[in-house]
């Protein structure tokens, strides 16, 4: 079991770039996270999907969109990358009702200039 | 004031001594609580629940949870360098279908050898 795996695990992005960030986790999870995390500010969510075919925003959503396109698959789309969107971003994953119990793939370090 | 508060540290222990970690949290109705721990420039990883008042033991770790004073502590007896990490503590909140859960910023630990 490889658990939840993230790609690409680093990206250098100019202002106004476009890029989408996968996420794939194979524990057969309903619910799966995308997060940030800022030096100070903890993790943040930015959405959440619950099940196949849902998504819902989450602490920090402006500026980013998200797809599930099956029941493995999460991905973070940034349209128009900004400079204040450089961060950590982790994709996590949990079964249904047990959203302490999050297993995290190892984040991608995104670098906005 | 934030749902969730811990001392960012560091905490500097010496190897062999016990380690005491805490966390408060605001939802005064909040029932599940988790602690994590995240080695630096990697993802975090579970560590372990706790959803009643008192102790819970887990090899070296104890969690303490006092639900009328509003804290969660996390006790590492006999810290080894290996220890050194920062510690997050997740709260999970009580409102809406989606069980909100709430990070806090982490608590930096040190173990000296």
């Known amino acids: 079991n490889a658990g939840v795996t993230q790609t690409p695990k680093f990206q250098v992005l100019k202002t106004g770039q476009s890029m989408t960030l996968q996420c794939a986790q194979d524990?057969?999870?309903?619910?799966m996270y995308w997060y940030r995390q800022d030096p100070g500010m903890g993790l943040r969510l930015i959405y959440y999907?619950?099940?196949?075919?849902?998504?819902d925003k989450g602490e920090v959503p402006n500026g980013y969109n998200v797809s599930r396109l099956n029941k493995r698959e999460f991905s973070l789309r940034l349209e128009s990358a900004a400079p204040s969107q450089t961060s950590v971003y982790f994709c996590?994953?949990?079964?249904?009702?047990?959203?302490?119990?999050?297993?995290f793939g190892p984040g991608t370090r995104l670098t906005v200039t | 004031q934030k749902e969730v508060e811990q001392n960012s540290g560091p905490l500097s222990v010496p190897e062999g001594a016990i380690a005491s970690l805490n966390c408060t949290y605001s939802?005064?109705?909040?029932?599940?609580f988790f602690w994590y721990r995240q080695y630096s420039g990697k993802s975090p990883e579970l560590i372990m629940s706790?959803?009643?008042?008192g102790d819970k033991e887990d090899g070296r770790f104890t969690a303490q949870l006092n639900k009328a004073s509003q804290y969660v502590s996390l006790l590492i007896r006999d810290s080894q360098p290996s220890d050194s990490a920062t510690y997050l503590c997740?709260?999970?909140?009580?409102?809406?279908?989606?069980?909100?859960?709430?990070f806090g910023t982490g608590t930096k630990l040190q173990v000296i050898p």
């Open positions: 524990m057969n999870h309903n619910s």
């Open positions: 939802d005064r109705v909040s029932q599940s």
């Open positions: 706790i959803y009643s008042n």
């Open positions: 997740a709260v999970r909140g009580s409102s809406g279908g989606y069980q909100k859960v709430t």
């Open positions: 996590a994953s949990s079964e249904r009702d047990r959203e302490l119990e999050q297993y």
């Open positions: 999907s619950a099940s196949e075919g849902t998504t």
